[in-house]
């Protein structure tokens, strides 16, 4: 992305050659949008008049941006001459300038100073004088602890600690610092038909308050692509309403339990002072339209390696910041795509092969192919096979080995892959047997 605009407003981004951001620079002016909680019948913003829209929504164009702190207050006016005001100050720089790690995890904004651990996991998020975030992780990846702290003027101090529990990848309570459960989610299939097959994109049904005692509930709804718009509670009343940008930045937040909720876009959790939303494996800026962090699997998944969704949010959705995507067809049919999620591990009991040249029928066949080329005597001696029953790697070494030496770069990573792939094939249409690497199952005599 080169550049994008919002009305009038105008913002230029140039990258480095590894596709990291390095400035961000804003023209031209700026359009306010907000949301009423009940009808009105005139909005100023800055006191200058609003448009009003059916749904209760505001916007007045052609605001200059000072670089810096820019304040703007909108005072809505219902048809009883009833007036309510509302006051937000941002922080809107001329220039914002980005510096990575040398891992590519983006380590500033500008403003914002970020940390990580040897996982390349966000573990520390910081204003210097404002706010910090600190998380903790467990072995699978997924975010067990926030705390949050305030600035004294000489110290931090914790102001809140939430403690996350989760099903599989999915978080289905929050607790407090002393383990007493704060939020409970009730959580139904996601887009992808199953209960995690999406990341729980698309699933959440609804959230109570303080389910243990007094407990308060809410109703979550949500658009096609799973991105939750507003919370009704018992009474059918709106106590939450959301509107997003196409790809997740929030232009309209009102409703008491608006911020008491923080399943939004993607109904995944935001982290409230920086606008930047959790998919467990990496942390997405919708006000960048990109990921925090490069890919784990690196090119494997695009040369691009902080695109989100391939640039295509109302047909792509990610589920766990991975390479697993979910395409929702124009039909309202969904397709899963999965794309691998992180490298193939290596397998050490192959016999170490020194790299040779290419031979000149190089690649006369595709990896799936080698197995249906092996000779009949070679077939005998892969494993579990014929009265010798050779171990596994002898049986690939005669076998599987052999075809892909003759088509691929020995040692090189297609050739690492038609071996697996000579060896999984084989085995799974013939029925004969399983190798030590293939997950287990049934066997043959």
């Known amino acids: 992305m080169n550049w994008r605009t919002n009305n009038a407003l105008l913002e230029a981004f140039n990258v480095n050659n590894l596709n990291e951001l390095t400035t961000e620079t804003n023209t031209g002016t700026l359009t306010v949008a907000g949301t009423t909680t009940s009808q009105a019948t005139n909005v100023t913003v800055n006191t200058l008049g609003a448009g009003l829209y059916a749904d209760w929504t505001f916007a007045k164009d052609g605001f200059t941006v000072a670089s810096g702190n820019n304040t703007f207050t909108a005072v809505a006016k219902d048809g009883y001459g009833r007036t309510d005001t509302n006051t937000i100050t941002v922080n809107l720089p001329a220039t914002s300038t980005f510096v ?3 891992n590519g995890n983006l380590r500033t904004n500008g403003i914002q100073i970020l940390d990580y651990d040897d996982e390349n996991q966000l573990i520390t998020n910081w204003v210097a004088g404002s706010w910090r975030s600190d998380f903790a992780y467990d072995g699978q990846h997924r975010r067990r602890i926030q705390r949050d702290y305030g600035w004294t003027g000489i110290a931090w ?15 289905l309570e929050e607790r407090d610092a002393n383990n007493l459960p704060r939020i409970a989610l009730t959580r139904g299939p996601d887009l992808s038909g199953s209960l995690q097959g999406a990341g729980g ?3 959440l049904l609804g959230v109570t308050e303080n389910p243990v005692v007094n407990p308060a509930h809410n109703y979550y709804h949500s658009d096609g692509a799973g991105n939750v718009t507003c919370l009704i509670n018992t009474s059918q009343l709106i106590v939450a309403k959301y509107l997003y940008g196409a790809f997740g930045n929030t ?19 935001v982290h409230e002072s920086s606008g930047t939303y959790d998919f467990m494996r990496r942390w997405y800026a919708p006000d960048l339209q990109r990921w925090l962090n490069r890919d784990p699997v690196a090119e494997d998944g695009g040369n691009n390696l902080f695109q989100f969704v391939s640039n295509n949010p109302s047909g792509i959705i990610d589920s766990i910041g991975l390479g697993t995507i979910v395409i929702t067809g124009a039909d ?15 397998r050490p009991w192959r016999p170490a092969i020194p790299k040779t040249p290419p031979p000149s029928e190089c690649k006369k ?3 799936k192919d080698c197995w249906g080329s092996l000779p009949t005597d070679k077939l005998a001696k892969l494993p579990f096979l014929g009265p010798a ?42 029925g004969h047997g399983v190798s030590p690497n293939v997950p287990p199952g049934p066997q043959s005599p």
């Open 389 to 430: 029953k050779l171990g596994a790697a002898e049986g690939l070494k005669t076998g599987c080995v052999d075809c892909c030496g003759e088509n691929f770069f020995q040692g090189g990573g297609e050739w690492n892959q038609c071996l697996a792939d000579c060896e999984i094939k084989y085995l799974a249409m013939t």
């Open 365 to 367: 066949k595709g990896p």
């Open 332 to 346: 309202g049919a969904t397709t899963i795509t999965t794309i691998p999620s992180q490298p193939k591990p290596t």
């Open 100 to 102: 990575y790690d040398l």
């Open 201 to 203: 994109i698309g699933g």
């Open 251 to 269: 232009l309209s937040i009102s409703g008491a339990k608006a911020l008491v909720n923080r399943y939004r876009f993607s109904s995944k959790p």
């Open 157 to 171: 101090i914790l102001t809140n600690e939430t403690r996350f529990i989760y099903d599989g990848k999915l978080i």
